[in-house]
């Protein structure tokens, strides 16, 4: 099993541009979410999904959107990019949202 | 919310210490998870541990549910231990809230 995997690594964007950040898991996992760490700081969550077809959102939601059609994948859209979304984003997954959460790398964006 | 907070902040030992990074939390929990966030950002699970004992190697957790706090012990600590150790706790409806972590440096 590759696990959780996230593309790109890193992405630089200027602002105003839009992008989408990917993730996928193999481990056939209900629950999936998106997380950003900003320097010093816990991670604080983006969105979740508890399943294909349902999301939700987490503690900092705005500028972000999600979908989730498939099980495996759970992308992250950045519309209008602003200096503000500068972060690392972490992508996890868990078989429920109370059970152990496994983490992607992270992607390392950064908006100018 | 629920507030997660993390003592010391930061923590500087010489390899062979041992440790206790501490955890302590507002509410009552579902989940309670310790992660070590390695020097190049990788967020590896150390524990799932929402009450009880658990070990692995050199490294032990114990939750305290009722008093709600958790402890994580290093013993023997070797340089590859150093990092951020961050705890995370579930309350309810499925959002994982991150503690600020600590931060430890293990010197040769």
């Known amino acids: 099993n590759a696990g959780v995997t996230q593309t790109p690594k890193f992405q630089v964007l200027k602002t105003g541009q839009s992008m989408t950040l990917q993730c996928a898991q193999d481990?056939?996992?209900?629950?999936m979410s998106w997380y950003r760490q900003d320097p010093g700081m816990g991670l604080r969550l983006i969105h979740y999904?508890?399943?294909?077809?349902?999301?939700d959102q987490g503690e900092v939601p705005n500028g972000y959107n999600v979908s989730r059609s498939t099980t495996e994948d759970f992308p992250l859209r950045l519309l209008l990019a602003a200096p503000s979304q500068t972060s690392v984003y972490f992508c996890a997954s868990s078989p429920s949202g109370t059970e152990t959460q496994y983490f992607g790398p992270g992607t390392r964006l950064l908006v100018l | 919310g629920i507030q997660v907070e993390q003592s010391p902040p930061d923590l500087i030992l010489q390899e062979g210490a041992n440790s206790t990074l501490r955890c302590n939390f507002s509410?009552?929990?579902?989940?309670l998870q310790w992660f070590h966030q390695n020097p190049w950002g990788q967020l590896i699970n150390l524990f799932y541990?929402?009450?009880g004992t658990k070990q692995n190697g050199r490294l032990s957790a114990t939750t305290v549910a009722t008093e709600r706090y958790s402890l994580l012990y290093i013993s023997s600590s070797q340089t590859t231990d150093s990092g951020v150790y961050f705890c995370?706790?579930?309350?309810?409806?499925?959002?994982?809230?991150f503690g600020q972590g600590t931060r430890l440096t293990i010197n040769p």
């Open positions: 541990i929402p009450s």
């Open positions: 995370a706790v579930i309350q309810g409806a499925q959002k994982l809230v």
């Open positions: 481990m056939n996992h209900e629950y």
């Open positions: 509410d009552s929990v579902n989940n």
């Open positions: 999904s508890v399943g294909a077809g349902i999301t």
